[in-house]
């Protein structure tokens, strides 16, 4: 498919501008050039260009997008129209606090609502993604032992069933990592953690549900061992759809959490779009959030920064990704506590249906009721057929369906993840399983076919590795 520039045929005109009722400026050569380098093309050609991209793309309004961890789901129109307000649209990062009153109120009220969800105490709605969230998260609980005098806490203990960021984001602070394995049940192994603990560690981070979709049941034990050792808990609650409305990171003792609003309310998270990963922290650490937080001013009836010279420091230039959390807000308020609640039930509902649908020729690594999503192995399949996760996920492409992540968590072989999310129809799960099932038969029958899909695709299989080392995003 050719590009604008390509197509581009001087004197074409997509707009027209009204005549200016300002004097002309001209730019001076060297600062963007007397005539800035835009292709020229008419409104049905730019059109017709970016339809035919869109066409080319599979999104969360084509069909299923069950990406495991990635909580791909439908994003509700209303909030998509509540971002795109001018009021929120127009609003400058650098315009005074007080012709801002709007936008703070925003930050201010999402704030309050993420805590109550959390049961934590004071929250930063800086981060602009998970991970910046786990290493704004962590740089809290190095301040909060720097400001001690305690230096030698330089451990965090990360399980093998984390999420790969967490033990990325400890090294990216300065932190050791210890990992520990999972026990037979897949969750943390309670005598591997008895071993590692000691004066020190720092904390201990935990994704929960974790990656393979378990809740940690022993994780008021776990905790309390942590801190018996003085160290500090820190939640991961990039899947917090899971478990919103049911039970609290902060009620079950953890000091720091951070949330993925692109994941748990609206926004999807894959393709590297815009995220927002607040953290959230109980009081002991909330001096330490980056500055400035905003604060309503009671005596004076407006919201305020506040700086604390105790901060980390800002961790984003300005407040964080704006649109993401306008989202967000229009999200728990559409669904109120209640619909939050069922939205939780309904993500665990549908993930449970659909592994049990296929899970007679997907096997599951445990046999453990999941949360929201659950991950089978192809390790059997493979040897019996030479069909691999990464042939059967190309083959639901041809089907309409987006494929669920592949080789993730690297503990189980042959892996793929699936997260069906709330908002999938049971028509929709049965859909899912019944190609899943259909393409197990086929395997086996014809593995031919399924290894060469998709057929549908304009692209089939590209050199992954050489695509994402040495993308061609041109011509
Ligand atoms: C459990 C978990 N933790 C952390 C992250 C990292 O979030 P991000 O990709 O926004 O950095 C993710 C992303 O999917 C996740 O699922």
């Known amino acids: 498919m050719k590009t604008l520039y390509e197509i581009s045929k001087s004197g074409l005109r997509a707009c027209t501008l009204r005549t200016a009722d300002v004097p002309a400026y001209s730019f001076k050569r060297g600062l963007i050039g007397e005539k800035p380098n835009l292709p020229e093309v008419s409104e049905p050609m730019l059109v017709r260009h970016y339809t035919a991209l869109s066409k080319r793309a599979f999104g969360v309004d084509d069909g299923p997008y069950p990406l495991g961890s990635c909580t791909m789901k439908y994003n509700p129109k209303i909030d998509e129209y509540a971002a795109n307000l001018p009021g929120f649209t127009n609003v400058h990062p650098l315009q005074r606090s007080d012709k801002a009153q709007g936008s703070l109120a925003v930050i201010s009220t999402l704030s309050a609502y993420l805590l109550e969800i959390s049961g934590m105490d004071a929250i930063t709605l800086q981060p602009c993604a998970g991970a910046h969230g786990e290493y704004t998260g962590l740089q809290l609980i190095r301040q909060y032992f720097l400001m001690r005098g305690d230096k030698k806490r330089t451990k965090i203990i990360v399980p093998d069933s984390a999420h790969g960021t967490n033990p990325a984001s400890a090294v990216m602070c300065g932190f050791e990592v210890v990992s520990i394995p999972s026990d037979a049940k897949n969750g943390v192994n309670m005598e591997e953690l008895k071993k590692v603990l000691g004066n020190d560690v720092a904390g201990m981070m935990l994704t929960n549900p974790n990656t393979l979709g378990f809740f940690e049941k022993n994780i008021r034990q776990i905790q309390k061992q942590v801190h018996a050792v003085g160290g500090l808990m820190y939640y991961d609650g990039a899947n917090l759809n899971a478990i919103m409305g049911q039970a609290r990171p902060g009620d079950m003792g953890f000091d720091v959490m951070h949330f993925n609003l692109h994941k748990t309310f609206a926004t999807p ?76 039930e309904i993500a665990v509902l549908n993930a449970n249906y659909l592994k049990a649908l296929i899970s007679e020729n997907y096997p599951t690594p445990a046999n453990r009721h999941c949360m929201h999503e659950f991950v089978v192995s ?91 080392r040495k993308p061609i995003l041109r011509g």
């Open 269 to 344: 998270h894959g393709g590297g779009g815009p995220g927002s990963g607040p953290v959230a922290c109980k009081a002991l650490l909330q001096d330490f959030l980056p500055n400035p937080r905003i604060v309503w001013n009671d005596r004076l009836g407006d919201y305020r920064f506040k700086y604390s010279d105790k901060s980390i420091g800002k961790v984003t230039s300005f407040y964080g990704n704006f649109s993401v959390m306008v989202k967000a807000l229009a999200y728990i308020v559409s669904l109120g506590g209640a619909g939050l609640k069922k939205a939780s």
């Open 378 to 468: 192809l390790e059997k399949l493979k040897e019996e057929t030479g069909v691999s996760a990464m042939d059967i996920a190309k083959s639901l492409i041809d089907n309409g369906i987006h494929p669920p992540t592949m080789y993730f968590p690297l503990i189980v072989h042959e892996a793929l993840m699936f997260e069906p999310t709330e908002t999938e129809e049971k028509e929709s799960l049965e859909r899912i399983a019944e190609v899943m099932n259909e393409l197990y038969k086929v395997a086996h029958e014809n593995p031919d076919q399924v290894k060469s899909a998709p057929h549908s695709a304009v692209i089939s299989r590209p050199d992954e590795v050489t695509a994402a």
